[in-house]
T-cell receptor, first 115, second 113 residues
Framework: NAGVTQTPKFQVLKTGQSMTLQCAQD?????MYWYRQDPGMGLRLIYY???????DKGEVPNGYNVSRLNKREFSLRLESAAPSQTSVYFC??????????????FGSGTRLTVV | KNQVEQSPQSLIILEGKNCTLQ??????????LRWYKQDTGRGPVSLTI?????NTKSNGRYTATLDADTKQSSLHITASQLSDSASYIC????????????FGTGTRLTVIP
């Protein structure tokens, strides 16, 4: 089925460890996004890529890096995980960047726990 | 400050009953408002999208309303089913800005037999 695929679905890290969350979309969308979802808060934008070859910070970028590997793939890296990064991470994509009328497709999420 | 507030935080209803979820926002300049359904362990899925000029939009048993003057929206679910159990998230888009999506915290709906 067409959509946004995230891996892994679950991950437990120790403080200080690093890992990369993977995201791929097969809808030929230009733009991709990484959000985090925490209890009692709305989704918050970490980083986004308006088009292949570009990346920009969102609302909460500290502690993260991203790579737009190609048009399909957008990865999120935690270089030194901290307990404050325990969250559910969602990747999303859209045909165009931030157009008010654009539609967004979300992946199923990665539940990350940092102990 | 751009904010989206939803109420109630959680709701439990009997199967077959109707319910209404509320969304108030202060996002400006306003572009559109979307309601998403998020099943447990899944990503949000769009239910409806409404622009400034639209008052009502339906998607099956889901009906969203928008009052742009009072900056309020509601999502009405008719004849609820067990599969309606999910979180419902209100998302308001601003006309401008790189980070122009503002998410509510959601209403957790549980439908019981």
């Amino acid at each position: 089925n067409a959509g946004v695929t995230q891996t892994p679905k679950f991950q437990v890290l120790k403080t200080g460890q690093s890992m990369t969350l993977q995201c791929a979309q097969d809808m030929n969308h230009n733009s991709m996004y990484w959000y985090r979802q925490d209890p009692g808060m709305g989704l918050r934008l970490i980083y986004y890529s308006a088009s292949e070859g570009t990346t920009d910070k969102g609302e909460v970028p500290n502690g993260y890096n991203v790579s737009r590997l190609n048009k399909r793939e957008f990865s999120l890296r935690l270089e030194s995980a901290a307990p404050s990064q325990t969250s559910v991470y969602f990747c999303a994509s859209s045909p165009q960047p931030h157009s008010p009328s654009t539609s967004y497709t979300f992946g199923s999420g990665t539940r990350l726990t940092v102990v | 400050k751009n904010q989206v507030e939803q109420s109630p935080q959680s709701l439990i209803i009997l199967e077959g009953k109707n319910c209404t979820l509320q969304c108030n926002y202060t996002v400006s300049p306003f572009s559109n408002l979307r309601w998403y359904k998020q099943d447990t362990g899944r990503g949000p899925v769009s239910l409806t999208i409404m622009t400034f000029s639209e008052n009502t939009k339906s998607n099956g048993r889901y009906t969203a309303t928008l009052d742009a003057d009072t900056k309020q929206s509601s999502l009405h679910i008719t004849a609820s089913q067990l599969s309606d159990s999910a979180s419902y998230i209100c998302v308001v888009t601003a006309e401008r800005g790189a980070n122009n999506l503002f998410f509510g915290t959601g209403t957790r709906l549980t439908v019981i037999p």
